[in-house]
């Protein structure tokens, strides 16, 4: 937008000099006249000479044209490479779409989720539900349309949506709350409408929406900002518009659950709430032995010592603190060899 803006200066100031040339050579062209006019009485009006003067005035005109046309193309082109670069158009100029991982690629499962046993026990039907949709419909049975995932931060809640989607090996789309705020009015509504288009033709799927809160807020009445809540009314529409049997889950995060618009907690959109609190003993200890396993360690760490130390942690937590362990003996220059000879 800035080079589009440096060119309509340039464009502006191109038909400044225009003007200007145009009133000087109108001038000269009103002195040539005057002078052929005192001088007719010595030349002859059918002699059929062409004044040198004249053609070059015309060229000039013509390659005025060119320039001008020129600058109008140059304008057009970088408005649109500037849009792109903003993420308003895309390859081919089509919208751009929340980032989707095929179910080949999705190396997470419930297994490589540590410390929150209940949560895992409330989304398995939601996993069954997924690997066999026609088992509930049959029996007319409906399932949530949106599942709410809230805790403290760190606690799993991305990995566990993940999880969700590779046990049950179907697509997974996954956004940030904050991808759908744009300069642009309206473009946060047309990217929620595209999300959910695509996840439909990849039905059975999963949609996640990180930090939802960023984009679920309670909606504000302000002259100022009259198109603030196009994006959360696009949301309700497209979670209330769903088939109960299009085989799409919606799966929210947030940390910020009483910010969420009333809306869109009421049943038929996020009607169903997962909590995913913080670890206790037993879910620490899982989760550092999960961590302590892809590093090399001594045999004689006392790891009960370290979960009882660890009390208030998060899953995020105790990966930052084997990692800095990690870091901390290789700047101190221990091998993995004086591990095997000690022990």
């Given at each position: 937008?800035?080079?589009?803006?440096?060119?309509?200066?340039?464009?502006?100031?191109?038909?400044?000099?225009?003007?200007?040339?145009?009133?000087?050579?109108?001038?000269?062209?009103?002195?040539?006249?005057?002078?052929?006019?005192?001088?007719?009485?010595?030349?002859?009006?059918?002699?059929?000479?062409?004044?040198?003067?004249?053609?070059?005035?015309?060229?000039s005109?013509?390659?005025?044209?060119?320039?001008?046309?020129?600058?109008?193309?140059?304008?057009?082109?970088?408005?649109?490479?500037?849009?792109?670069k903003?993420?308003?158009?895309?390859?081919?100029?089509?919208?751009?779409?929340?980032?989707?991982?095929?179910?080949?690629e999705?190396?997470?499962?419930?297994?490589?989720?540590?410390?929150?046993?209940?949560?895992?026990?409330?989304?398995?039907?939601?996993?069954?539900?997924?690997?066999?949709?026609?088992k509930?419909?049959?029996?007319?049975?409906?399932?949530?349309?949106?599942?709410?995932?809230v805790?403290?931060?760190?606690t799993?809640?991305?990995?566990?949506?993940?999880?969700?989607?590779?046990?049950?090996?179907?697509p997974?789309?996954?956004a940030?709350?904050?991808?759908?705020?744009?300069?642009?009015?309206?473009q946060?509504?047309?990217?929620?409408?595209?999300?959910?288009?695509?996840?439909?033709?990849?039905?059975?799927?999963?949609?996640?929406?990180?930090?939802i809160?960023?984009?679920?807020?309670?909606?504000?009445n302000?002259?100022?900002?009259?198109?603030?809540?196009?994006?959360i009314?696009?949301?309700?529409?497209?979670?209330?518009?769903?088939?109960?049997?299009?085989?799409?889950i919606?799966?929210?995060?947030?940390?910020?659950?009483?910010?969420?618009?009333?809306?869109?907690?009421?049943?038929?959109?996020?009607?169903?709430?997962?909590?995913?609190?913080?670890?206790?003993?037993?879910?620490?200890?899982?989760?550092?032995?999960?961590?302590?396993?892809?590093?090399?360690?001594?045999?004689?760490?006392n790891?009960?010592?370290?979960?009882g130390?660890?009390f208030?942690?998060?899953?995020?937590?105790?990966?930052?603190?084997?990692?800095?362990?990690?870091?901390?003996?290789?700047?101190?220059?221990?091998?993995?060899?004086?591990?095997?000879?000690?022990?």
């Open positions: 937008m800035v080079l589009s803006s440096a060119l309509l200066q340039v464009f502006a100031a191109l038909n400044g000099y225009a003007a200007g040339f145009d009133s000087a050579k109108g001038g000269q062209l009103g002195k040539l006249s005057s002078a052929s006019n005192s001088s007719s009485s010595s030349t002859s009006s059918g002699s059929g000479i062409v004044d040198p003067k004249d053609d070059k005035s015309k060229f005109g013509k390659m005025w044209d060119k320039v001008n046309k020129l600058a109008t193309l140059l304008i057009i082109v970088m408005v649109i490479v500037s849009l792109t903003l993420g308003v158009v895309n390859g081919g100029f089509g919208i751009r779409v929340s980032h989707e991982i095929a179910p080949e999705i190396e997470v499962t419930f297994d490589d989720v540590k410390g929150c046993d209940e949560a895992k026990t409330e989304l398995e039907d939601i996993v069954e539900f997924l690997m066999n949709p026609e509930f419909t049959a029996l007319g049975g409906k399932l949530p349309k949106g599942v709410l995932l805790g403290p931060p760190g799993g809640k991305t990995l566990m949506a993940k999880a969700v989607a590779g046990q049950a090996n179907v997974f789309f996954h940030a709350g904050s991808e759908f705020d744009e300069v642009f009015v309206g946060g509504a047309r990217r929620i409408r595209d999300l959910f288009k695509a996840a439909k033709q990849k039905a059975p799927c999963v949609i996640f929406i990180d930090e809160d960023s984009v679920g807020s309670k909606r504000i302000s002259a100022m900002h009259p198109y603030a809540n196009q994006t009314n696009q949301l309700l529409s497209e979670m209330d518009g769903f088939l109960e049997n299009e085989g799409v919606i799966m929210g995060a947030t940390n910020r659950k009483e910010a969420l618009d009333k809306a869109l907690l009421r049943p038929g959109r996020f009607d169903t709430h997962v909590d995913v609190p913080l670890p206790d003993r037993k879910g620490r200890e899982e989760i550092l032995s999960l961590y302590m396993n892809k590093i090399k360690t001594d045999n004689q760490i790891t009960d010592s370290i979960v130390r660890t208030g942690f998060s899953g995020a937590d105790i990966q930052n603190l084997v990692n800095t362990a990690a870091i901390r003996a290789a700047l101190d220059g221990i091998r993995y060899d004086y591990f095997c000879l000690s022990n």
